[in-house]
């Protein structure tokens, strides 16, 4: 069992729709950290951290491409190799779930959180509330 994966004002945004989606990945980590793992549909959380980086990150590319953001390609890039990660690591559990380590995914997405969320994300939050948050501001 993985300790800290309480949510905590430090991933905030400020962007109600990012924070919102950062707040259902770590029920999705919760969930996976439950010390009563036998009770908890393992197939289904993959599915549903399939699905989350799937809309989370078009979502917040799109959001990011809106306002202009210039180092949206970077951001792109590092998007894909997060979701290429889940992707791979979804298809092994649902091919063979002993090859799987809970452990590891659960060591994979909150590395992702320590360094994607509170570092590449927080770097577009500034140019976003400049910009007004409207697109185009």
């Known amino acids: 069992m993985i300790e800290d994966l309480e949510w905590d004002d430090k991933y905030l945004t400020g962007?109600?729709?990012i924070d919102r989606d950062h707040k259902n990945l770590f029920i999705i980590l919760q969930q996976l950290n439950n010390p009563r793992a036998g009770t908890v549909d393992f197939a289904d959380l993959f599915d549903r951290m399939v699905n989350y980086v799937d809309t989370h990150f078009a979502a917040e590319e799109d959001m990011m491409l809106s306002f202009g953001y210039p180092d949206l390609e970077n951001h792109r890039i590092a998007h894909k190799e997060l979701a290429a990660t889940v992707h791979q690591m979804a298809d092994?559990?649902?091919t063979?779930?002993?090859a799987v380590s809970h452990d590891e995914?659960?060591?994979f997405v909150t590395n992702w959180l320590g360094?994607?969320?509170l570092k590449v994300d927080m770097d577009y939050v500034p140019y976003l509330k400049a910009a007004g948050e409207k697109p185009g501001g």
């Open 96 to 98: 063979d779930p002993g």
């Open 105 to 107: 995914v659960l060591g």
């Open 92 to 94: 092994l559990y649902h």
């Open 15 to 17: 962007i109600a729709a």
């Open 115 to 117: 360094n994607h969320v």
